[in-house]
Structures are given as structure tokens and as C-alpha cells.
């Protein structure tokens, strides 16, 4: 059993773990944000642009049964709304990631040592 505890708290430890619990915080932290997003600012404004259509309304009877698809409709718009403003993000974030990149080696022209530049010489002296 002591084996046992001491595997489960190296396993723990390692960095991947950590490393993964920072991200599904953070992960549910921004998909708190981004369902936000679209309760309250992108959802409104669809409903504006299409005139208030609505389909978790939409129902269907058969006998005493009650098919609510609507409600199914209405997440499926919703998760194609929370995908593009995801894709959208994360094409943002990656578009800045490179150009911080691209960055220092633009701006970086490194000269090579006078002893490299003297090899250098000589040997296209020799080649002469």
C-alpha cells in the first residue's frame, strides 16, 4: 500500500498532470466566457438579424407525447455559434503568436565573428 501512495504521488507530480489541471481551469473558464459571449451579446443579435427566430419553440405531438426538436435545433445553432467564435479566437491568438515569432529573428542580423570572416577571406583568396 505504501508502494502504491508513493507511485500515485509521483504520477501526480509530474508535470503533465499539472500541466493538464491548469488547463481544464482554464479551459472552463474560458468556455464560461464564451458562452457568455453568445448568450448575451452574439445570440441577441442573431435574433435581431433573423427577426427573433427562435426554435426551441418548435414541437411536435404524436399522442400524449411531446417532441421538443426545437430545443435540439436551438443547441446545435448554438454550438456551431460557440465553434466560430472559438476558431475565431484561437485564429487571432495564433496569428499574434507568429508575428511576436517572426519578430526577433527579423530583427536580429547577427554578424559572424572577425576570425569567420578572415577564414572567409582567405578562402575565397584560394579559390582564385
Do not use: C, W
Amino acid at each position: 500500500m505504501k508502494n502504491f501512495i508513493k507511485e500515485f504521488k509521483v504520477f501526480a507530480m509530474k508535470g503533465n498532470v499539472i500541466d493538464l489541471a491548469v488547463a481544464v481551469v482554464i479551459g472552463a473558464a474560458f468556455g464560461k466566457i464564451v458562452s457568455s459571449l453568445v448568450t448575451n451579446i452574439i445570440t441577441p443579435l442573431m435574433s435581431i438579424l433573423l427577426g427573433g427566430v427562435d426554435f426551441s419553440g418548435l414541437q411536435l405531438a404524436v399522442g400524449d407525447t411531446i417532441i421538443t426538436y426545437g430545443v435540439f435545433l436551438q443547441s446545435i445553432v448554438d454550438f456551431v455559434i460557440v465553434a466560430f467564435v472559438i476558431f475565431v479566437a484561437i485564429k487571432a491568438m495564433t496569428r499574434l503568436q507568429q508575428r511576436e515569432e517572426a519578430k526577433p529573428a527579423a530583427e536580429k542580423i547577427v554578424e559572424p565573428p572577425v576570425e569567420v570572416k578572415l577564414l572567409t577571406e582567405i578562402r575565397d583568396s584560394l579559390r582564385h
